[in-house]
Nanobody, 121 residues
């Protein structure tokens, strides 16, 4: 079992910045992929950005490329998502996700509780 604890999120004006963090704990014994998905009201959950524990392979949604940056701290099993130039359309609940192995195109079985990000003036 893997547990995920998220932090960050909140309300920010368009053009502003936020930082999300997610720490994993539990039976983490091999390579893995961690990252963020989001779900806006009335929409399906979608990938935002993920990163692998080895090699640091990343995958970003086209809508966030150049604005969001994902990073990792393998020693702490933590990933961070720096979100810059936020737009109203970035408003959603952001979920941390954990997958064993290198899986950058679909989510793993473990989810955080979700944190609200709102880009609004």
């Amino acid at each position: 079992q893997v547990q995920l604890v998220e932090s960050g999120g909140g309300l920010v004006q368009p053009g502003g910045s936020l930082r999300l963090s997610c720490a994993a704990s539990g039976s983490i014994y091999t390579i893995y992929t961690m990252g963020w998905y989001r779900q806006a009201p009335g929409k399906q959950r979608e990938l935002v950005a993920v990163i692998t524990s080895g090699g640091g392979i990343t995958n970003y949604a086209n809508s966030v490329k150049g604005r969001f940056t994902i990073s990792r701290d393998n020693a702490k099993s933590t990933v961070n998502l720096q979100m810059n130039s936020l737009k109203p359309e970035d408003t959603a609940v952001y979920y941390c996700n954990f997958a064993f192995g290198w899986e950058t195109s679909k989510p793993g079985d473990y989810w955080g509780q979700g944190t609200q990000v709102t880009g609004s003036s």
